[in-house]
Every structure is written in structure tokens, then in C-alpha cells.
């Protein structure tokens, strides 16, 4: 948040609100016993969206994807609305080298990437790779949005 020039005051009110929770699950109509949530957010909490935001943008920044202009005149492009991803890329050896660096800057903020909710898409017809695999994970190639 500091990065992105956020007043020092909402940072630590975003953090207050963050630390010390505890939460209850409804099931069936009945409440659980209390429990600490140590890490993630509240399902429904105002503020995730705009955190999760936050974080791509880092990671779309840090891997410099979309420095300007289309995919007509770049090598790499990515596409994002909520938590779904689309890489574009010119060459399987770009959507490697994308995803490593996706990767690591997304665990250095702390987070993991969802193979299963990440695609890429190359800008060439000959390609025949379906799935890449990189660090353990499998990520599929979109073929039409």
C-alpha cells in the first residue's frame, strides 16, 4: 500500500482492522465456537477487493507485462479481471519466462499463483503446447476468450 502512495494513517487502519480476528461459521443455522483467522481475509470484507487489486497491479508492474501499447506491438500483454489472468505472448519461450517471474514476485509479496485460474494465449497459429509446466504447476493454454 505504501508503494502505491496510500497515506501512512490508512495502512495502519487497514492493519488494525486485520489483526486480532476471530470469526464464526453458520451451518445449518448454527454458529461454530469462535476461532482465530490468522491469515487471509473475511469472505465479504469491503476491503479485499481493493487489496487484491493492490497486489496484481504490484505483480503486473514488477514483471513490467503491460509497459504500453498492444499485443501487435509488444512481446507480452496481460489481461486481468478479478482473480483470472491472460497472458498473451508472441512465443512459448515468453509465457516461461512471464510466468517464473509472475511466480516469484507473487510469493515475494506473499501470495501464490492458482494454476488452475491462470491461462496463456500465444499470438501465433503454429503452436502445438497445450499445457506448460513450471515449478510443479500446470497452466493451460486459452484458446478464445
Not at 514476485?105 to 501470495?111: E, F, K
Not at 494454476?115 to 515449478?135: G, P
Request: positive net charge.
Amino acid at each position: 500500500m505504501k508503494e502505491f502512495g496510500i497515506p501512512m494513517k490508512l495502512v495502519r487502519l487497514v492493519k488494525m482492522t486485520l489483526a486480532n480476528t476471530n470469526s464464526k461459521v453458520k451451518i445449518q443455522g448454527k454458529l461454530s465456537p469462535s476461532f482465530e483467522t490468522a491469515m487471509g481475509l473475511r469472505q465479504g470484507y469491503s476491503l479485499s477487493t481493493l487489496l487484491f487489486n493492490l497486489c496484481r497491479k504490484k505483480i503486473i508492474i514488477n514483471v513490467r507485462i503491460n509497459p504500453g501499447g498492444t499485443i501487435f506491438n509488444r512481446t507480452r500483454q496481460c489481461l486481468a479481471y478479478v482473480e483470472d489472468v491472460v497472458i498473451l505472448v508472441r512465443s512459448e519461450g515468453y509465457i516461461k519466462k512471464t510466468l517464473e517471474e509472475m511466480a516469484a514476485i507473487t510469493h515475494q509479496i506473499g501470495l501464490q499463483m492458482n494454476d488452475t485460474k491462470t491461462k496463456y494465449m500465444i499470438n501465433r497459429h503454429e503452436n502445438k503446447v497445450k499445457v506448460i509446466e513450471l515449478i510443479g504447476k500446470k497452466y493451460e493454454k486459452a484458446e478464445s476468450f
